[in-house]
């Protein structure tokens, strides 16, 4: 029987009550897709610092290059906020993206439909089948660029660079075509092109390469106008690629369509079958410990693992359906709407694994 290596970070907040949520359901997936998943549970972000002084600790590092994929939690909380920036949670998060080469990020925003009433977008706008994907470069870009205090007319202040070399944007580029082919053939890519250099160099190589991908049709979109439109009329969007920070503001936008950002799972993914899975939401502090947790997102996140990384597009799609059937009778505080059944993390957790049992 297949044996799956996988290395998981809780990390903070509601991090290792939702991760437990989600092992549990990879492991019966397992029995019923006839595999076993081993886990070794490393170190990262603000428990890292606790136990280690550093967010990123090497063996953490060397336990996911030694995994077929990791799953993570969450990272980050107040009592590490004040921690100079490269010793702060996030910087073990943007470290381990780093490290193991994560360069394509993919976060799918998609109606369920048992959740269509819980978004904010009034349903005619948000439609029947709402499924964007996007498509967010993560290695590079602002987030990686130099940065530093200085000085301008003799007044504090500091910088950010958001640079991009041609083939980093090629390589998200072709994640980006690759993914309209197998979806709808649509690509839209998002930049400030009419502002910033880095963004006309990003068009000028997307639209070189569009060459290449003559059944895709690709669209340009300035990003404050793909913010308005993601709201405006969501259905236009099929595949969106876009930069590091772009990709950030976006999917979180775009994750408030489908109801609640503890929907969204995501796959930071590396050349090959290697990626990193967890979901886009934060390590919410004030709600971690009270098991209220909305788990959904990790477990559709271990969904991504066993299509991405494992090729299991079966188990994949029995996990979805499963979380899909939950919500139509219970629902965490964050998606909670009159006539549910108001669950806890781990009660949601059961109830997909029930749902997968069945
Ligand atoms: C995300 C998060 C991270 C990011 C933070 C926590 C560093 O917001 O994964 O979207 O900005 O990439
Ligand atoms: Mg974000």
Redesign the pocket.
């Known amino acids: 029987m297949k044996n799956y290596k996988i290395t998981v970070l809780k990390g903070d907040g509601i991090g290792p009550e939702i991760v437990d949520e989600a092992i549990k359901v990879l492991n019966v997936v397992g029995e019923k897709f006839g595999f076993t998943a081993e886990y070794d549970f490393q170190l990262m972000g603000g428990c890292a610092i606790d136990a280690t002084g550093h967010p990123l600790p090497p063996a953490t590092i060397d336990a996911c290059k030694n995994s077929d994929s990791v799953l993570l939690g969450a990272?980050?909380g107040e009592k590490w906020e004040t921690l100079p920036g490269h010793l702060r949670p996030?910087a073990g998060?943007?470290g381990i993206r780093a490290a193991l080469g994560l360069y394509a990020?993919l976060r799918p925003a998609r109606i369920f439909e048992p959740l269509k009433a819980a978004s904010p977008i009034k349903a005619e706008i948000i439609g029947d089948n709402l499924d964007i994907m996007v498509v967010r470069e993560?290695t590079g870009g602002i987030?990686f660029g130099e940065r530093g205090r200085c000085e301008k007319n003799g007044e504090k202040a500091a910088f950010d660079t958001m640079l991009y070399t041609v083939p980093e944007i090629q390589r998200i580029a072709k994640v980006g075509f690759e993914m309209a082919q197998k979806r709808s053939g649509r690509l839209c890519s998002v930049d400030k092109a009419n502002v910033l250099e880095s963004s006309r160099l990003w068009r000028e190589t997307v639209l070189e390469m569009a060459k290449d991908y003559p059944d895709v049709e690709l669209s340009h979109m300035y990003v404050d106008n793909c913010a308005m439109q993601l709201v405006r009329r969501p259905t236009q969007f099929d595949v969106i690629v876009t930069s590091?920070l772009f990709g950030?503001i976006l999917?979180?936008e775009a994750s408030m369509l489908s109801g609640s950002i503890g929907m969204l799972a995501?796959a930071s993914l590396a050349d090959g079958k290697f990626g990193l899975y967890?979901p886009?939401h934060?390590s919410a502090p004030d709600i971690a410990g009270q098991g209220i947790a909305n788990p959904l997102a990790t477990i559709l996140s271990v969904a991504m693992m066993l299509k991405y990384s494992f090729g299991l597009d079966d188990a994949a799609t029995a996990v979805e359906t499963a979380v899909n059937d939950a919500m139509k009778t219970a629902r965490t505080p964050d998606i909670y709407e009159e006539g549910f059944e108001k669950v806890g993390t781990v009660e949601m957790g059961d109830l997909v694994v029930e749902l997968l049992n069945r």
Do not use: A, F, P, Q
């Open positions: 990272v980050g996030e998060l943007l990020n993560l987030y590091n950030d999917s979180d995501s967890e886009i934060g």
